[in-house]
């Protein structure tokens, strides 16, 4: 989760049993949005995200051919948290990591 994202979806997905780690916990919530989707990727994890910056990073990764993660954004004002909370739930116990490398998804999924 990007240092972005609201702490009550973090809290919320936990409670959900959903695998959660936060820039701030992986001590690189300071870190420039390059180096963010690139210590995800290290972790092989999907970076979540509400930053327009780090959405046109990951299009420029995207273009270059850069191999990533994968993008899950949602912009601020166009999703409550209750439906962060359900679309994420669901793509973190529907998919697998394999299947996100390279992409970028929006959300609200509906």
């Not at 209750?82 to 793509?91: C, H, R």
């Amino acid at each position: 989760m990007d240092v972005h994202v609201r702490r009550a979806v973090t809290t919320a997905l936990r409670l959900r049993s959903v695998d959660v780690l936060t820039a701030q916990e992986d001590s690189s919530a300071e870190l420039a949005d390059e180096e963010l989707l690139k210590r995800a990727t290290e972790l092989g994890r999907v970076f979540v995200s509400q930053d327009e910056d780090l959405l046109r990073e990951g299009a420029r990764w995207l273009s270059e051919r850069k191999r990533f993660s994968g993008i899950i954004y949602t912009h601020l004002l166009r999703n409550t948290i209750g439906q962060m909370v359900e679309d994420l739930e669901l793509i973190a116990k529907a998919t697998s990591g394999d299947e996100w490398w390279g992409r970028i998804e929006y959300l609200p999924l509906r």
